[in-house]
């Protein structure tokens, strides 16, 4: 278990968990990973009952804090969410909102009630996931939406530009390579000739 443990606090070092489940990783690091994944589950819901003001458990709570009602006709929201992680105004909002609803609901009507119930004698890998999982959550209900921090992908890309902000040379060099590539597929797709004449030539031998 050391290798496997140093492995994990290596992984924990690159991916910054939320720090309400600092408790559930020190439990990873102890191999009480059935306990890790219980107080995982505990952080988030009590996380959404503060934050929505309700007194309602898993799947009800994650229902019910999250959902709001919207009239296509107007355009506008006609019944706020007690728990908004982004403004709504847009489709791509709305979406984002309904989404992780179902997300969380998932989250509790499944892994939850089944850890909660039952002995999981699942491992390190199955805990990882439910913390993993639980960071997303809890850091959108902190406010960072993927729709306010993300961006369209522009229709036409500058790979000189992508070249020049990477700071490693040997991703530098797998790009130039990844691009070559490309375009030996694009020209062999637009001038297949060559490649018919030849198995023509292999029927007639």
């Given at each position: 278990m050391p290798y496997s443990l140093d492995k994990i606090r290596d992984f924990f070092d690159v991916y910054h968990v939320h720090s309400s489940l600092k408790r559930a990783i020190n439990l990873v690091y102890k191999s009480e990973f059935e306990a890790a994944a219980r107080e995982t589950f505990v952080v988030v819901e009590t996380t959404l009952k503060k934050k929505s003001g309700l007194d309602l458990h898993g799947f009800d709570l994650a229902t019910k804090a999250l959902?709001?009602?919207?009239?296509?006709?107007?355009?506008?929201?006609?019944?706020?969410?007690?728990i908004a992680i982004n403004d709504l105004v847009t489709e791509s909002e709305r979406n984002e909102q309904d989404g992780i609803r179902y997300m969380l609901m998932g989250f509790f009507q499944g892994p939850r009630n089944l850890y909660q119930h039952r002995h999981i004698g699942a491992g390190v890998d199955n805990t990882l996931s439910v913390i993993i999982e639980a960071s997303f959550?809890?850091?959108l209900l902190d406010g960072h939406s993927i729709t306010k921090n993300g961006r369209w992908i522009p229709s036409k890309v500058s790979y000189r530009e992508i070249y020049n902000?990477?700071?490693?040379?040997?991703?530098?060099?797998?790009?130039?390579?990844?691009?070559?590539?490309?375009?030996?597929?694009?020209?062999?797709?637009?001038?297949?000739?060559h490649l018919s004449s030849g198995h023509t030539d292999q029927k007639q031998e």
């Open positions: 959902s709001f009602e919207f009239d296509k006709k107007t355009g506008k929201i006609t019944k706020a969410p007690l959550f809890l850091r902000s990477m700071p490693k040379r040997i991703d530098r060099w797998r790009l130039i390579r990844l691009l070559k590539k490309r375009e030996h597929l694009f020209r062999k797709q637009k001038n297949p000739e």
